[in-house]
């Protein structure tokens, strides 16, 4: 029994160190609890206070709301002037920002044209240096001098490339 009634007695005062050390630690964390009790305001007090609050809230610059604010024009949905160039691509920009005319990128389409006026303009020109070949022949020397040629939408390419 004695054994017993010991450790009785050990866990009540563990439990009153636990309830002591509890108390400290509430009144540390909530600091100061005792206020003093204000005594009696007087009612010019209460006139002194609401006039002085009504100062500070006249003094205080009143932020403006987000309706009161101008609204900043979106430059995403503003149409470009007239004369002016928009690109929205790096190819677009390098197109607008650049001097210089575009490379044609398909002579092959002016080809057949090109060739028509260039046998118009020289067969006349082969003949006369040689009277006695054949029309096939001249042909093929035409054609031989057309490849040659700067009035060749193929070679054009070429002359803009080397003149770089």
Do not use: C
């Not at 054949?134 to 001098?145: M, V």
């Amino acid at each position: 029994m004695d054994d017993k009634e010991r450790k009785r007695l050990e866990a009540l005062e563990r439990k009153r160190e636990n309830q002591r050390l509890f108390e400290e630690e509430v009144v540390k964390i909530k600091g100061k609890q005792t206020k003093e009790a204000p005594g009696k305001v007087t009612r010019a007090q209460i006139e002194e206070n609401l006039q002085s609050e009504q100062n500070v809230k006249e003094t205080k610059v009143k932020e403006k709301s987000h309706l009161e604010m101008p609204l900043e024009e979106n430059v995403n949905q503003i149409v470009p002037e007239e004369g002016t160039m928009e690109a929205r691509t790096i190819e677009d920009a390098i197109a607008v920002l650049s001097t210089k005319e575009d490379l044609d990128r398909h002579p092959e389409r002016r080809m057949k044209a090109a060739y028509a006026a260039f046998e118009e303009a020289n067969m006349a020109r082969l003949k006369m240096e040689n009277p006695n070949m054949r029309l096939s022949q001249l042909k093929q020397q035409l054609k031989k001098e057309w490849t040659k040629s700067p009035e060749n939408p193929l070679n054009q390419l070429v002359a803009t490339y080397n003149s770089k």
